[in-house]
């Protein structure tokens, strides 16, 4: 691949990254649980009033942990995620997350592509 290629995907990858960060700020921000909280403020507790699937459903996972470190057991945060049944965007918003980390993944493949262009370069300049 040459340098120029990898320069052209290095563009493209961090246009993609950018862009479904957005998505995912534009989707957690049309979370139901956030829409309920403002409409019915005494329906949830006070504690999680305004919050959002994902950070109600971490404060069950702090809960769940420190319940899980008396006993000696472990809890992951995926089991409690199941179990708290985010709303479609909150789901939309892990989606995201997992290819905008993919993204970042091959993102460093590339930049490392581009350090040993580089370093191939350096040493034929020298040589």
């Not at 409409?39 to 504690?47: K, M, V, Y």
């Amino acid at each position: 691949m040459s340098v120029e290629s990898l320069l052209i995907e290095q563009a493209r990858l961090s246009d993609l990254r950018r862009e479904l960060k957005s998505e995912g700020c534009d989707e957690a921000a049309k979370c139901t649980r956030r829409a309920l909280d403002s409409i019915n403020g005494d329906a949830i507790p006070h504690l999680l009033m305004g919050s959002s699937c994902i950070e109600a459903a971490y404060s069950d996972y702090k809960d769940a942990m420190e319940e899980c470190y008396e006993f000696g057991d472990s809890v992951s945060f995926e089991d409690v995620w199941e179990e708290f049944a985010p709303c479609e965007h909150c789901q939309n918003v892990g989606s995201l997350k997992r290819q905008r980390m993919q993204a970042g993944r091959q993102l460093g493949g590339v930049r490392a592509a581009i350090t040993r262009a580089g370093r191939r370069l350096a040493k034929e300049q020298t040589a």
